[in-house]
């Protein structure tokens, strides 16, 4: 989902079979034992396939273990330190699922509802005929010969699950950046064309877990990012997880890296949702 970037310690790589041993070992006591988690992710920054990474561990009690490795930001050398935040984005995905998986626990939401029962925007959907070439945008114009009903109302379900037809994004808003309202970004979903008939076939959509934010929003009576905040973020103590990072929060950014196609080595990625 990208309504906005989170943030986050990162918590992202959860290596516990490595504390396993193979067998029995034998420690003097002058010698400490060798960190298996390190000595798996030292040679990983060595070779420039990692920049740096965070390593949590925890059972539902305490924190087993909790490690930085490497570099924060590369060209300045500055180390990994264990609260430096990382850019999630489409983490925030599972995290609107569990918050909405929250109501229907309560029983606020039915999975087999159809999405118009709570954003009646969504009644009489059309599909593509035939389905568009893979994109990211669906195609921006559509003549009306092109289009049929669809077979059901999308379900809630299928926004879940990335089975609805709703296209990655829309082509109202084509940027990587969120710029509308969740209320009209999900408007102009509901006015677009399914890119197949619903629960027929299978695309990752941005747009689906938006029209889920949305459906917490109406169902909830409070804002999304509110009922993130007191729902989720707060009772479990995600203390840096937020979608408007302070002055204090991004400095402790960690810049974010990719590998660059010409010489296979990292180079830094600028990310819209940060600026």
């Given at each position: 989902?990208?309504?906005?970037?989170?943030?986050?310690?990162?918590?992202?790589?959860?290596?516990?079979?490595?504390?396993?041993?193979?067998?029995?070992?034998?420690?003097?006591?002058?010698?400490?034992?060798?960190?298996?988690?390190?000595?798996?992710?030292?040679?990983?920054?060595?070779?420039?396939?990692?920049?740096?990474?965070?390593?949590?561990?925890?059972?539902?009690?305490?924190?087993?273990?909790?490690?930085?490795?490497?570099?924060?930001?590369?060209?300045?050398?500055?180390?990994?330190?264990?609260?430096?935040?990382?850019?999630?984005?489409?983490?925030?995905?599972?995290?609107?699922?569990?918050?909405?998986?929250?109501?229907?626990?309560?029983?606020?939401?039915?999975?087999?509802?159809?999405?118009?029962?709570?954003?009646?925007?969504?009644?009489?959907?059309?599909?593509?005929?035939?389905?568009?070439?893979?994109?990211?945008?669906?195609?921006?114009?559509?003549?009306?010969?092109?289009?049929?009903?669809?077979?059901?109302?999308?379900?809630?379900?299928?926004?879940?699950s990335h089975t609805s037809g709703l296209p990655f994004r829309s082509a109202a808003q084509p940027g990587a950046?969120?710029?509308?309202?969740?209320?009209?970004?999900?408007?102009?979903?509901?006015?677009?064309?399914?890119?197949?008939?619903?629960?027929?076939?299978?695309?990752?959509?941005?747009?689906g877990l938006n029209t889920a934010a949305r459906i917490i929003e109406v169902v909830s009576g409070m804002p999304?990012?509110?009922?993130?905040?007191?729902?989720?973020?707060?009772?479990?103590?995600?203390?840096?997880?937020?979608?408007?990072?302070?002055?204090?929060?991004?400095?402790?950014?960690?810049?974010?890296?990719?590998?660059?196609?010409?010489?296979?080595?990292?180079?830094?990625?600028?990310?819209?949702?940060?600026?």
């Amino acid at each position: 989902m990208q309504m906005n970037a989170f943030q986050t310690i990162a918590q992202r790589l959860f290596l516990i079979g490595l504390l396993c041993s193979s067998g029995p070992a034998v420690f003097s006591q002058a010698t400490a034992p060798p960190d298996p988690i390190q000595s798996y992710l030292q040679p990983l920054v060595d070779n420039h396939t990692l920049a740096g990474a965070v390593t949590l561990v925890a059972t539902r009690d305490h924190t087993a273990y909790l490690e930085p490795v490497g570099f924060r930001d590369l060209a300045t050398k500055t180390p990994m330190r264990a609260d430096d935040l990382f850019w999630i984005a489409s983490v925030s995905k599972p995290i609107t699922a569990t918050a909405l998986m929250m109501l229907v626990d309560e029983g606020k939401v039915n999975l087999d509802d159809p999405v118009e029962k709570y954003l009646p925007e969504f009644r009489g959907q059309m599909v593509y005929r035939t389905r568009p070439a893979p994109s990211q945008t669906a195609p921006a114009r559509t003549e009306p010969s092109e289009l049929v009903p669809a077979d059901h109302p999308i379900l809630v379900r299928e926004i879940l699950s990335h089975t609805s037809g709703l296209p990655f994004r829309s082509a109202a808003q084509p940027g990587a950046l969120d710029l509308l309202p969740l209320k009209d970004a999900v408007r102009s979903y509901a006015a677009e064309p399914l890119l197949f008939q619903p629960f027929t076939d299978y695309s990752y959509s941005n747009e689906g877990l938006n029209t889920a934010a949305r459906i917490i929003e109406v169902v909830s009576g409070m804002p999304y990012e509110q009922f993130m905040q007191q729902r989720l973020f707060d009772p479990l103590g995600m203390s840096d997880t937020t979608f408007w990072p302070s002055a204090e929060q991004t400095g402790r950014i960690a810049t974010t890296y990719r590998l660059s196609k010409q010489n296979g080595l990292l180079e830094a990625t600028h990310i819209d949702q940060l600026t």
